[in-house]
C-alpha cells in the first residue's frame, strides 16, 4: 500500500455522459484517495475512455461532476494531472528531442533529466523521428514523458495495447519508477493480469456503469480469487 | 502560461514563416527587375512575366493563411489535439496566439511584398500594394500634406489591416465550425467532409462581404457626385453640407469609405472569433 495519510485527489459524483441518444456514461460515482493506483477495467466501449476525457477535460463537464484536488475540471487541474491518451498524441515527424522541449516548456513539473535518463536506458536516441519507431516504442516514450512530471494523478489509457510482453513489463516498471508516494494513478487496461500486482483498486465499467468497484486487497481477504477471476465472473 | 504557448508556436513556425516570407521577398524582387525591365525597354512579353511572378510571390500571402489556420486545425482537432487541450491553458488561449500569430505574418509579408515591389523601382506604379497607394495618393498626399493626408492614409491601412485580418479570421472561423457541425451531427469525420463544409461556409462569407462591399461602393459613389456648391447658413448646415462645401472634401469621403471597411470588417472579424471562442470553450469535444 503506497501513501500514508490519505485524501482524495479525483471525485466523481453523478458523472453522466451522452454521445447523440447513446449512453456512454451513467450516473457514475467513484473517488481515488491519493497514493493509490486504480485499475479501470471493462470490456471495449463500456466507457472507460470517456470517462477519463471527461477527467482531463476532453469532454465538457457543465455540471462539475468531476473534482481534482477539490477543483472542477479546467486549467489548475490541468497542470497537476499528467495523462497518457489511448493513441500516440504526436505527430511521426517530430523528433523526440522536440517533445522533450515541449514537456519542459509547458509543464513546470517535467524532470527533463528524469526522461533522458529513462530514454537513453531503454536504447532510445534523442534525434529519432517518431514516425520511425515501432509502436512499442512510441508508446514507451510517451509513458517515460507522462511519468517523467512529478503530477499528482497520472491517467494511463490502454498504456499497453499492440505491445510485446517484455515490453508491457518494461512500461509497468517505467511507470512506478517516477511516482511518488502522495501520486496517484488511474489506468485503464485490459491486461488484469499483468497489472493486478501493481493496483490498489479495481473499477470494472460495463455499458457506462461501475459494476465492481473494491480494493484488491479486501477482495483477496474475501475470497481468494484473483481479479482476473472477479472480471470474469462480472462480464462472462 | 499563454507566453510559454506562444514561445512554443513562434519556434514551430519560424523556420516556414521564414522560408515563405524569404520566397517572396525573393519573388518581389525579382519582378520588381522585370517589371522596370519591361518598362524601360517596351517589351509586353516581360510585362506579363512580370504579372504572373507578382502573382507569384502574392501568393506567399494566402500561403502563410493556410498553413496557419492548417496548423490551427491539425494542432486542435488531430491527435495533437489530446496533447494541446490538456495543457493547462484555456482552450481559448490556442485560438488566441494562433490568430495573433497568423495575423501579425500576415501584416509582415503585406509590408514585405509591398515595400519590395515599391522600392525596386520607385518609378513603376502598375505592381504591388506600394504602387497603388502611391499611384492613387502620391498626388494627394504633395497637395494636401499635413493632418489630412496623415489621416487619410492611417485610415486606408486600418481599412486594410482589418479586411487581412478578417479574412484570416475567416480560415479559422470555417475551419473550426465546419467540424463543430460534422462532429454534432454525427457525420463521418472525415477531413474530405469539413474540408467542403469549410469551402461552402468560405464562400458564403465572400458572398456576404461581396454583398457589404458592393453596397460601400455604391454610397461611396453616391458620395462622389456631389457638386461643390455655395454653404448654407452655418445654423442650417448638416454634416453632408459641411462635405459638399469643402473643396477638399475628397479626404473626409476617403476617410468615410475607409472607416467602413474597418467597422464591416472589423465588426465580422469580432464576431467570428467570439464564435470560434465560444465554441472552443464551451462546445468543443475531442
Known amino acids: 500500500m503506497r501513501g500514508e495519510n490519505m485524501s482524495i485527489i479525483l471525485e466523481c459524483n453523478n458523472l453522466s455522459h451522452k454521445y447523440g441518444k447513446k449512453t456512454a456514461l451513467d450516473d457514475i460515482s467513484f473517488s481515488i484517495e491519493t497514493g493509490k493506483v486504480v485499475g479501470l477495467f471493462g470490456p471495449n466501449g463500456s466507457g472507460k475512455t470517456t470517462l477519463i476525457k471527461k477527467i482531463v477535460g476532453l469532454l465538457l463537464d457543465d455540471k462539475q461532476s468531476v473534482k481534482i484536488d477539490g477543483k472542477p475540471v479546467g486549467e489548475t487541474t490541468k497542470a497537476i494531472v499528467s495523462y497518457s491518451p489511448d493513441r500516440l498524441a504526436f505527430k511521426g515527424n517530430r523528433k523526440i528531442s522536440y517533445l522533450l522541449d515541449f514537456y519542459e516548456l509547458m509543464y513546470d513539473d517535467f524532470d527533463r533529466a528524469h526522461a533522458e535518463e529513462v530514454l537513453a536506458g531503454q536504447g532510445i536516441q534523442k534525434d529519432e523521428c517518431i514516425g520511425k519507431l515501432s509502436k512499442g516504442t512510441c508508446e514507451k516514450i510517451q509513458i517515460i514523458l507522462v511519468m517523467s512530471r512529478k503530477a499528482k494523478l497520472y491517467i494511463l489509457d490502454e498504456p499497453f495495447s499492440g505491445i510485446d510482453p517484455v515490453a508491457r513489463e518494461t512500461v509497468i516498471r517505467i511507470m512506478l519508477q517516477n511516482m511518488s508516494e502522495e501520486a496517484s494513478l488511474l489506468l485503464s487496461t485490459h491486461h488484469i493480469q499483468e497489472t493486478e500486482q501493481i493496483i490498489d483498486d479495481a473499477i470494472f465499467l460495463k455499458e457506462g456503469k461501475i459494476v465492481f468497484q473494491k480494493s484488491v486487497e479486501e477482495m483477496r481477504e474475501e475470497s481468494s480469487r484473483s481479479l482476473n477471476d472477479a472480471y470474469m465472473e462480472v462480464f462472462r | ?286
Open chain 2, 1 to 286: 502560461m499563454k507566453n510559454k504557448l506562444m514561445k512554443l508556436e513562434i519556434r514551430e513556425n519560424r523556420k516556414l514563416i521564414f522560408f515563405i516570407l524569404s520566397y517572396m521577398a525573393v519573388l518581389s524582387v525579382v519582378t520588381g527587375i522585370v517589371a522596370s525591365i519591361a518598362e524601360k525597354f517596351s517589351l509586353p512579353a516581360a510585362t506579363e512575366l512580370a504579372v504572373v511572378l507578382s502573382l507569384c510571390a502574392m501568393m506567399g500571402i494566402l500561403l502563410i493563411a493556410i498553413v496557419m489556420a492548417g496548423r490551427f486545425y491539425s494542432l486542435l482537432f488531430t491527435e495533437e489535439g489530446l496533447l494541446r487541450l490538456t495543457l493547462p491553458v484555456k482552450n481559448r488561449d490556442h485560438l488566441q496566439i494562433n490568430v495573433k500569430l497568423g495575423i501579425i505574418t500576415l501584416y509582415v509579408s503585406v509590408i514585405i511584398y509591398s515595400t519590395m515591389m515599391g522600392s525596386i523601382d520607385s518609378e513603376n506604379t502598375a505592381f504591388g500594394l506600394y504602387g497603388v497607394m502611391k499611384e492613387y495618393y502620391g498626388n494627394f498626399v504633395t497637395e494636401y500634406v499635413g493632418m489630412k493626408a496623415f489621416a487619410t492614409t492611417i485610415c486606408i491601412i486600418l481599412a486594410i489591416a482589418a479586411v487581412i485580418a478578417n479574412y484570416y479570421i475567416t480560415f479559422i472561423f470555417v475551419l473550426t465550425l465546419s467540424r463543430y457541425i460534422v462532429s454534432r451531427y454525427s457525420v463521418v469525420q472525415k477531413k474530405g467532409v469539413i474540408f467542403i463544409a469549410g469551402i461552402t461556409l468560405f464562400n458564403i462569407h465572400l458572398l456576404m462581404m461581396w454583398a457589404i462591399t458592393n453596397l460601400i461602393e455604391e454610397i461611396e459613389a453616391d458620395l462622389s457626385h456631389f457638386q461643390l456648391y455655395g454653404f448654407p447658413p452655418a445654423e442650417n448646415a448638416t454634416f453632408m453640407d459641411f462635405l459638399r462645401y469643402n473643396p477638399e472634401g475628397e479626404w473626409v469621403k476617403d476617410v468615410i469609405f475607409a472607416g467602413m471597411y474597418i467597422i464591416v470588417y472589423g465588426i465580422t472579424a469580432v464576431i467570428m472569433y467570439r464564435t470560434v471562442r465560444s465554441i472552443l470553450d464551451r462546445k468543443l469535444e475531442v
